[in-house]
């Protein structure tokens, strides 16, 4: 059964904005990665480069934060994307298209098949080299903004209950690589630094808990759990997550709809910021990667060809094959008004990894070369997993009805 969209929410949801301008963003993403290979094979690269590993910062008392613009990028305006991540998956969870079992069923198999098909693909691949089978995450992540942009392009030949079905599988994708990041990419802690997080995080919880629904004290405090949680070893883009847990879904007067509550205010504040300016930043610098040297060989070395058929065959072996098994065993139903073939369609496009298998790369390796053969991974799977998933949803069927294409 299709999920159903609230019909008490009175302000379009995130949801629905998501659906309706995310496809933007996915092309903005394009055209920054796009730009970073080309700037990255040009005689411009090695300002690109250079300009990535320039060290910014300041000092204030015992406070010290100085570090490269890519560290900056990936861990100061990534904890804003995870903030935004996981206001969306509070949101889904308590008001929206992951509220209740019954809607959570279908993506939410299909997800863990994503998720563990390409990371046994990869382990497959890399057994017996223990340094590279720490990127075993790398494929299991899901690209919502560029998945979303090749289905606008196909705009009507889509129906929109696979659109929510691939944002709910999405979101529980995240879900699945914000508990990845904390369980394996944690270094080594520091326990006064993760206390002082702790002790934050609890009055955040006090804040919430007391009715307070002002952003502002939610903000500052954040930003001040954003430092510790940095510090204290566990990857900073975490604190954006707990933060997002602590913002009330209560509305500010009463009887007024949960739209007008704290948590939708920052959610839509936020939303073209990050997929407009934030994501595609992070993709500009991450994206870039020299291909000097490089031909079909290197393609083939355990790290990228792990990535690439975690990706392109794993995505869609997982995702299609878990939800064809829920479908088939009576546990799920297909999506209203769309096929299996059109269901298989999103599967492949679920391997557009990029946004967050690049930045598990870059938890999962530190040496120059190693990220680059993951970078090369990432991009010939998700170009592979687009392109076919593109073609087939183009050549499955007419475009459907605006009548047909509801959800409901």
Known sequence: MAPQVPAHSHRPSFLQAFLQSEALGGYVLMA??????LIANSPAAPLYFDALGT?????????????????WINDGLMAVFFLLVGLEIKREVLDGQLRGAARIVLPGIAALGGMLVPALIY????????????GWAIPAATDIAFALGILALLGSRVPTSLKIFLTALAILDDLGAIVIIALFYTSQLNVFALVMAGALLVCLFCLNRSGVLRLTPYLLIGAVLWYFVLKSGVHATLAGVALALTIPL???NAGQPQAHSPLHDLEHALHKPVALLIVPVFGFANAGVSFAGMGLDSLAQPVPLGVALGLFLGKQLGVFGFAWLAIKTGVASLPRHASFTQLYGVALLCGI????????????????????????????????SAVAGFLLLRLSGKPLETAKMSPH
């Open 123 to 134: 382990v497959l691949i890399n057994l017996g080299n223990p340094d590279t089978l720490r």
């Open 55 to 71: 060290k910014l910062g300041f000092q204030t008392g015992p406070v010290v934060l100085r570090e490269t613009v890519l560290h």
């Open 353 to 384: 990894g990029f946004t967050m298998s690049l930045f598990i790369g870059a938890l999962a390796f530190t040496d120059a070369a190693t990220v680059d053969a993951t970078k090369i991974g990432v991009l010939t799977g998700s170009l592979a």
């Open 32 to 37: 920054a990665a796009l730009a970073a290979l």
């Open 250 to 252: 209560r509305p500010r």
